[in-house]
């Protein structure tokens, strides 16, 4: 099982699940990030470094890469953070529409809604995106536990 989050830059949001996605799932199930605009070979924000540092995650060896056809290929399921994202995703790699999911919709405790950027914004902006970032990659761990993938 192979799992891609994405955002813009793939500096703050999209690094920042993949580095706690990690952390959540066993190492059965991959898990990689890329951004719609990213710069390649940016590396994280200071913020994410820091707010991911203090849940024990070490960021500092990632290195932003831009979205591609190919990187869509490998995964199984393509988690962007906002419904912009998934709107371009999907108008851009339909034949990739099956796998393309907002992590806002793998709630089924809270309504859906989108990881807002904290790029530019103070730590404790970065410390609420990262909760909610948590917060729903447990739902699709608990999704794919109950599918028995995950394991």
Not at 16 to 31: H, Y
Request: hydrophobic share 40%.
């Amino acid at each position: 099982m192979r799992l891609l989050f994405v955002c813009t830059g793939n500096t703050c949001r999209s690094p920042m699940a993949e580095g706690l996605a990690r952390k959540i799932f066993s190492p059965n199930i991959q898990v990689e990030s890329a951004g719609l605009a990213a710069w390649e070979g940016d590396s994280a924000s200071s913020q994410a470094l820091e707010v991911l540092r203090e849940k024990g995650i070490d960021l500092t060896s990632h290195r932003a890469r831009r979205v591609s056809r190919e990187i869509l290929a490998e995964a199984d399921w393509i988690i962007p953070m906002t419904a912009d994202q998934e709107k371009r995703l999907l108008a851009m790699f339909p034949e990739f529409n099956s796998q393309i999911k907002r992590l806002g919709a793998w709630s089924t405790q809270v309504e859906d809604y989108d990881i807002i950027d904290p790029w530019g914004g103070s730590v404790q902006v970065y410390r609420k995106s990262a909760e909610d970032i948590e917060f729903l990659i447990r739902e699709i761990k608990r999704y794919l536990d109950n599918l028995g993938e995950s394991r």
